[in-house]
């Protein structure tokens, strides 16, 4: 088959210091709007430089990986918050704002990208990837009980709307000519960890193979919307990247065959990039008509990888996987919220050079 892409990276780049400081100073809506406008345009032009065929605009635009949902829907207490990060230290869930309670029926207002796409369809160089967040992210974090039950009666009616939502907004994207449209789905890590496992069933009061099988349900109904109009679909899986921190662990295993029979998927992303992933022998059960992006680069630590042995790895993997339907990538963005992970912009350019060199290496 034919693999489009095989240099590719997850979507979200580090946010210039100036660029952090206007909004925290809480500079004017259309002198931040240029702001981003410029660094947009920085970093399309540097992921031309570097040889990359699809494009993004490095979430720059966003609070974090979610924030275009709940800034375009309705219905988000934003100051509230409940548990839900993992403090490996601790050993204990500890809060995080960053999305808020859900308090009120949910009401889209406005497109999720209407700040991105507009931009990107009339300056990216290439092919446009879009980055959305899966629906399954929200019932966890967003749902508080003696709040949220008030109007949603348990997280599934919640997640079900939010898809309602998101089907609208997938199946304009591809109907705008968006030709590769991911979808981001951290939650999927929560079935392969023996705490959160237990955690779904002590916070969510749901069996977690229930709750697996309706998360996949959930994310095809968005990911049909576009495959009807034939843009490429993805879905990448992380174990957490906040601040360079993670919240779960564990391999593929225990949900390989499941997650990648029945995900309508044309590219899954996966991390890889520490002894937390696992094997790659999970990828035996990957159906050989899709294409796997290996995240071998860290984005959470400055530490260069050295080319050898990213391409050694590629190697092995390829043991379980047909070479030809890999790509490679980092394992996840470098700045899943706006503040960003802990390594520098040169770091990082540094790294998806080592993406683009890895993929000529392998694939030529």
């Known amino acids: 088959m034919s693999v489009q892409y095989r240099a590719d990276h997850i979507g979200s780049l580090l946010r210039p210091a100036d660029l952090l400081a206007a909004r925290v100073n809480g500079t004017n809506s259309s002198r931040l709007r240029s702001m981003e406008d410029q660094y947009v345009l920085k970093v399309l032009a540097k992921q031309r430089e570097l040889g990359f065929q699809v494009f993004t605009d490095g979430e720059l635009r966003r609070r974090n990986f979610m924030s275009e949902l709940t800034d375009a829907v309705d219905g988000f207490d934003v100051e ?8 490996a230290a601790q050993e204990k869930p500890k809060v995080a704002s960053v999305t808020g309670i859900v308090n009120r029926k949910l009401k889209r207002m406005h497109p999720l990208t209407e700040r991105e796409l507009p931009f990107l369809k009339l300056h990216s160089p290439g092919d446009i990837k879009i980055l959305l967040p899966s629906p399954t992210q929200f019932p966890a974090i967003a749902f508080k009980r ?3 039950d008030k109007v949603y009666r348990d997280h599934s009616a919640l997640l079900w709307d939010i898809v309602e939502i998101m089907k609208q907004d997938v199946a304009q994207l591809a109907a705008e000519g968006v030709k590769y449209i991911q979808m981001d789905a951290p939650r999927y890590s929560y079935y392969l960890d023996p705490k959160w496992r237990a955690w779904i069933k002590q916070e969510m009061n749901q069996d977690p193979e229930e709750a697996l099988d309706e998360a996949i349900a959930a994310d095809n109904a968005c990911l049909d919307a576009a495959r009807r109009r034939g843009a490429t679909v993805a879905i990448h899986l992380c174990r957490g990247n906040n601040r360079s921190h ?8 225990a949900i390989a065959e499941k997650l990648f029979h029945s995900l309508r998927v044309d590219r899954f992303l996966l991390e890889y990039d520490d002894e937390r992933a696992g094997t790659f022998e999970p990828l035996r059960l990957l159906p050989k008509e899709k294409v796997v992006v290996l995240g071998l680069i860290s984005t959470k630590t400055p530490r260069l990888e050295k080319s050898e042995e990213v391409v050694r790895r590629i190697k092995e993997a390829a043991k379980y996987f047909p070479l030809e339907n890999m790509a490679v990538s980092p394992q996840c963005g470098f700045a899943s919220t706006a503040e960003g992970n802990l390594l520098s912009e040169d770091d990082q350019w540094a790294k998806l050079k080592l993406v683009i060199d890895v993929a000529r290496r392998v694939w030529h």
């Open 80 to 87: 509230d918050s409940i548990a839900r990060d993992w403090d």
């Open 146 to 148: 003696g709040v949220t």
């Open 246 to 253: 993670w919240y779960a662990e564990g391999g593929y295993d």
